[in-house]
């Protein structure tokens, strides 16, 4: 399994290195594209300085798609940004179908340690459920739905059993 990592805005180093780390800690061979490929400032609600998370999404995947094309089972995005959605103040990421993406401006914290520390969760969430790996009760696994850092602070940093297993199902490929 292969996951491509694309910055959607440019990371410091040590947020690209973690991003890799976080991704690689769950058996998956990673590849972060150095090369920024900008935010697309039309999508940008200027009143609330935040860009509209589903609207970034369609441009993401078909950015990706076109960038990439095929040479990931699956693709994550990473930017320096906020985003929003309807009825919501901020949004941490969106996923769908082995695409995801995750804002981290929020995670923000001079706490270098911390700060590392929710990127990770966050990117390692994302991957998750971008792969279909959902947790459905109600305890801190980290492929529990987030939707606040303080949300992101309580989970722990590992899935728990059962989605430990959806994740071996999910990385391994089946021959036939």
């Not at 491509?4 to 800690?25: F, K, P, Y």
């Not at 935010?39 to 609600?45: E, G, H």
């Not at 790996?133 to 305890?139: A, C, E, G, L, P």
Request: hydrophobic fraction near 40%.
């Amino acid at each position: 399994m292969r996951t491509g990592v694309i910055q959607i805005t440019r990371l410091d180093h040590m947020v690209l290195n973690s991003v890799e780390e976080a991704i690689s800690s769950m058996g998956v061979e990673v590849e972060v594209i150095l090369q920024p490929i900008g935010s697309p400032f039309n999508l940008l609600d200027w009143d609330r300085v935040q860009f509209k998370g589903d609207s970034l999404f369609r441009w993401f995947r078909a950015t990706a798609s076109e960038t990439l094309d095929g040479a990931y089972d699956s693709i994550m995005g990473i930017g320096e940004i906020d985003a929003f959605d309807d009825g919501k103040e901020y949004i941490l990421n969106v996923v769908s179908d082995n695409l995801s993406i995750s804002f981290i401006q929020r995670l923000w914290t001079e706490e270098t340690k911390l700060y590392l520390e929710r990127v990770r969760k966050l990117v390692i969430n994302s991957w998750g459920r971008g792969r279909g790996i959902i947790h459905d009760s109600t305890d801190n696994c980290i492929f529990h739905e987030v939707q606040t850092v303080e949300e992101l602070d309580r989970i722990v940093a590992a899935p728990c059993s059962a989605c430990r297993v959806k994740l071996q199902m999910s990385t391994t490929k089946v021959r036939v």
